[in-house]
């Protein structure tokens, strides 16, 4: 079945059609499911600061009207005639792909995040059935490809759940790559959606873990989450002194000096940047020469990877930090976003889109 052969149905969504303009109620397509196809009845989506940026056309590329939401759980509703990994009514989530070349050499190795030819976003990508870009999980429904949908612990609250898909993934990721665990210290640079996870993560990974934050009034949270050190990023003093850290994750997506935090970083180990900062972070040679230190960047992970990562969560009891908030109260929740007012992530609960 081509493109224009894909029949499609309407659904409740919330969205923009223009990046000056307030999220509001609209009408999208989804694709009737194909043969290797999961439906899912949308419960709760989290908000990412990427929605944000994407709404708004910070990043220069949305495509309108825009629906974001790559934070989904949900319950199968419908599977297609050839699927066979899931069935009606189970527990699943969707994060930040729906799809992906599964040829290249990156997808074939399960690092779909990497896809040479370019993965299919959740939102904000062209659609490979139908002839519009993608939408995301600010929605009643979606449909997608078996391959690209995961299986929530039945153990967690699937509202808490729902940021594992992105800010779960985007830390435990590169956590794993550089194989944080027991006799490991390390770094987390920032409390919020993304840092918050990362102490838990690391915590639970049997990490010594030093968190460094510009609020005094969050020590006693970076505490409570599982660091064993709270360094106030703020006084000279306390950063004078060097930690020696094998690894430093920097969370942090708003202007900040880069080399105040590598010179944590021990002979060897490395500092990655998992936030993402809209102008670029200006790094001294000499942070990085004499200690052959490394500055490295991560993604999400692959499919298997996140997997993985939901399946560590329900070993480890591990959820976000939330605030549930209604559908209608998104434009205030991305206002408040913008102030840090949140602790530690909002998650829709998506009937107050049904009920509206």
């Known amino acids: 079945m081509n493109m224009s052969e894909t029949l499609t149905t309407a659904a409740k969504a919330f969205g923009t059609r223009e990046a000056s303009a307030p999220l509001q109620p609209l009408t999208i397509e989804r694709r009737t499911p194909t043969p290797r196809d999961v439906e899912i009845d949308i419960l709760y989506c989290g908000v990412c600061h990427s929605d944000l940026h994407t709404a708004r056309n910070e990043w220069h590329g949305t495509v309108y009207p825009c629906v974001p939401g790559h934070e989904i759980i949900g319950r199968v509703i419908s599977v297609g005639a050839h699927v066979d990994k899931f069935k009606v009514g189970d527990m699943v989530g969707v994060g930040c792909m729906v799809d992906s070349c599964q040829d290249c050499e990156h997808c074939k190795q399960g690092l779909e ?3 040479e030819a370019g993965n299919i976003q959740t939102y904000n990508s062209p659609d490979k059935h139908l002839s519009i870009q993608t939408f995301g999980g600010y929605s009643e429904r979606v449909v997608v490809d078996e391959n690209f949908v995961l299986r929530i612990p039945e153990n967690l609250d699937p509202a808490a759940a729902a940021p ?8 435990y990721s590169p956590l794993r790559h550089w194989k944080v665990g027991p006799g490991k210290k390390i770094g987390v640079v920032g409390i919020g959606g993304l840092g918050h996870m990362a102490i838990k993560l690391a915590h639970a990974m049997g990490a010594h873990v030093t968190v460094f934050t510009t609020s005094e009034r969050k020590k006693a949270d970076a505490l409570r989450l599982g660091a064993d050190e709270v360094v106030l990023s703020t006084d000279i003093e306390q950063m004078k002194l060097s930690r020696k850290l094998d690894f430093v994750l920097d969370a942090v997506s708003a202007d900040h000096d880069i080399n105040a935090y590598l010179h944590h970083v021990k002979t060897d180990g490395t500092l990655a940047l998992v936030g993402a900062p809209e ?53 205030q929740a991305y206002e408040r976003m913008l102030k840090g007012d949140v602790k530690y992530r909002f998650v829709i609960d998506m009937m107050s889109l049904k009920d509206a």
Request: aromatic share 6%.
């Open 279 to 331: 102008k670029p972070l200006p790094v001294a040679a000499f942070s990085l020469i004499p200690g052959r230190k490394n500055f490295a960047g991560s993604m999400i992970g692959g499919i298997a990877e996140t997997q993985e990562m939901l399946d560590f969560c329900g070993e480890h009891q591990i959820t976000s930090d939330v605030e549930i908030i209604n559908i209608q109260e998104i434009n």
């Open 164 to 171: 594992l898909l992105c800010a779960g993934i985007t830390t």
């Open 113 to 115: 995040q990497y896809c």
